[in-house]
C-alpha cells in the first residue's frame, strides 16, 4: 500500500472546507508527512492516519502556511507518550528556523521529549531524502520568496511517480524533477513573484510530459476564481483535475 492523502488545498488563505496545502503518504513502513500546519491532528484521524504513527516529515519552506502545526504536532506526540525516533527534513534555511521556535517554547524543558533528528539538505536538484522498501524521496530547490524545495517520490513496486512543485514560479527544476511522472501536483496561486498560475502549471506539466495534472495552494472559499482547470488545459493535453481536501491517490 502507498497511497497520499491531500490533507489541504488551499493557499495561504484557507476555508472552512480547505485547509492550507499540506500531505500525507502513507506507506506500510513509513508514513510521511509533507508540511504540517495548524492542528494537524484532526486532518490526519479524518484520513484514517493515527498522527502517533507518522515516522517522517518533510518542511518545503518556512512559511506559516506549510509549518505553523509543527509545534502543536511535537507537543501532542509527546504528551501521548511517543517514544519512537521521528525524522524532520528541510533545508538548512527551514530547519535552522523550526529549530529556534521549538527553544522559544523551550522545549529542551519538557521532560522524556522523544527524539527529533534534523536532516538538513543541502539546495541542489534531486537530493536524496531517504528510501524505503516501498519508496524513494528526492528533492530539487524551486523558486519562492525564500529557500524552498519541491519533492519527488518513486514507488518501487508500481514503477510510479508523484512529483509535488511546492509553492515556485514557474521553473525549470520542477520540469526536471517532474520528469515524465505519472503525477505532478503543481501549485496554482496565481501569477506573482514566487508562485505560479494554473495556466504556467499547465505549461510546467506539458514540459515535463507528465500524465496527470493537479492543481493546489489555489485560492479557495470568497477568495476562488476563474476555472482553472481550463486555463491548464490551454497548454496540457494530459488529465487536469484540482486537489481538493481528502483527495487520495494510488500508487500501489
Ligand atoms: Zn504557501
Not at 111 to 125: D, I, N, Q
Request: proline share 4%.
Amino acid at each position: 500500500m502507498a497511497k497520499l492523502v491531500i490533507l489541504g488545498s488551499s493557499n495561504a488563505l484557507s476555508s472552512k472546507d480547505s485547509e492550507n496545502t499540506h500531505m500525507v503518504l502513507v506507506g506500510e513502513e513509513r508514513i510521511v508527512m509533507i508540511d504540517c500546519v495548524n492542528n494537524p491532528i484532526h486532518r490526519l484521524e479524518q484520513a484514517g492516519v493515527d498522527f502517533l504513527d507518522v515516522t517522517d516529515l518533510v518542511l518545503t519552506h518556512f512559511h506559516p502556511d506549510h509549518v505553523s502545526g509543527v509545534p502543536l504536532l511535537l507537543m501532542d506526540m509527546w504528551l501521548r507518550g511517543r517514544t519512537k525516533l521521528i525524522t524532520i527534513y528541510g533545508l538548512h534555511y527551514t530547519l535552522d528556523r523550526m529549530e529556534k521556535l521549538m527553544g522559544m517554547y523551550s522545549w529542551e524543558s519538557w521532560p522524556k521529549f522523544f527524539p527529533v533528528a534534523f536532516h538538513r539538505l543541502p539546495e541542489t536538484e534531486k537530493t536524496p531524502l531517504f528510501e524505503c522498501s516501498e519508496f524513494k524521496v528526492i528533492s530539487s530547490p524551486v523558486r519562492h520568496l525564500i529557500p524552498t524545495i519541491a519533492l519527488r517520490f518513486n514507488f518501487k513496486a508500481s514503477q510510479k511517480a508523484l512529483a509535488y512543485s511546492c509553492d515556485t514560479e514557474p521553473c525549470v527544476e520542477v520540469v526536471r524533477l517532474a520528469e515524465g511522472a505519472d503525477v505532478l501536483i503543481h501549485e496554482a496561486s496565481g501569477a506573482s513573484l514566487g508562485h505560479s498560475s494554473a495556466s504556467q502549471a499547465g505549461q510546467v506539466a506539458a514540459q515535463a510530459e507528465v500524465s496527470k495534472l493537479y492543481l493546489i495552494h489555489y485560492p479557495t472559499g470568497e477568495f476562488a476564481n476563474g476555472n482553472l482547470i481550463a486555463e491548464a488545459r490551454q497548454h496540457y493535453q494530459g488529465e487536469v483535475d484540482l486537489a481538493t481536501d481528502f483527495l487520495t491517490l494510488d500508487f500501489s
